[in-house]
């Protein structure tokens, strides 16, 4: 077991994780958000600024996965009957083929639906778990709060999409629950670039009122760094 911590090059200043105590989160890697053909692109976006996450965030997932590391997915999705979704969310945006319809990859945002999946570069292996959300939070109406303080993890190396909505809207929950996160700005995506740069400003900014801002090379250089003198978490 590992027991010294790394450090890893961030903004606002170095950010020290404890290999034993940090866990590697994805949120929302879903066909529906990033591929072509699926329901963010029905909406007029461009996937191709969410698909460029996926590169880096497939090496960061192989080193931590090889180094023990704890590994969480999120997928934003509804019960079938909807019955977890406020109709306000379903009426936002008045939108011809919304949540719960029939779209490109099935029901839209609907639990079971190929589009709620998570994209076959990054799926879930062995125990790896996958937790459903209802909301845009990763914390809101789930048991992930649960599941972090049951494996003792007090850091959250945080990736996936979009990164002013549920990216963000995550890291302030995990900021109010005492967790320190670490966003890796190549690992998180949106579909407009002002957003992603503004709302990684907003993370980092007075001295990390959110968190830390890293890449990731920079976290590599650190794991390889600590997996070589420590080895395996």
Not at 53 to 69: D, K
Not at 108 to 122: K, T
Request: proline share 5%; hydrophobic share 35%.
């Amino acid at each position: 077991m590992t027991e010294h911590k790394l450090t890893v090059e961030a903004e606002p200043y170095e950010f020290e994780l404890d290999p034993k105590r940090t866990a590697l989160l994805l949120i929302d890697m879903q066909r529906d958000f990033v591929e072509p053909g699926g329901f963010g692109e029905q909406l007029g976006n461009d996937v191709s600024n969410l698909r460029r996450v996926i590169a880096p965030l497939q090496r960061v997932l192989g080193v931590m996965r090889e180094g023990g590391y704890t590994v969480i997915h999120t997928r934003e999705g509804h019960r079938p009957d909807l019955s977890d979704c406020p109709p306000s969310k379903i009426a936002r945006g008045r939108l011809s083929c919304g949540i719960g319809d029939v779209g490109p990859m099935g029901r839209i945002l609907v639990r079971g639906s190929h589009g709620h999946d998570i994209i076959d570069e990054l799926k879930p292996i062995g125990d790896e778990t996958v937790v459903d959300k209802p909301g845009k939070g990763a914390f809101f109406a789930t048991d992930l709060d649960f599941m972090l303080h049951n494996r003792g993890i007090e850091s959250l190396v945080v990736t996936g999409v979009t990164t002013e909505v549920c990216v963000n809207t995550t890291v302030r929950e995990a900021n109010d629950r005492g967790y320190e996160c670490l966003v890796l700005e190549d690992c998180v995506g949106s579909y407009f670039p002002e957003f992603q740069e503004y709302a990684l400003r907003m993370i980092k900014a007075q001295g990390g009122i959110f968190g830390w801002v890293s890449s990731s090379e920079k976290l590599l250089v650190a794991l390889e760094a600590g997996q070589s003198v420590g080895g395996r978490v």
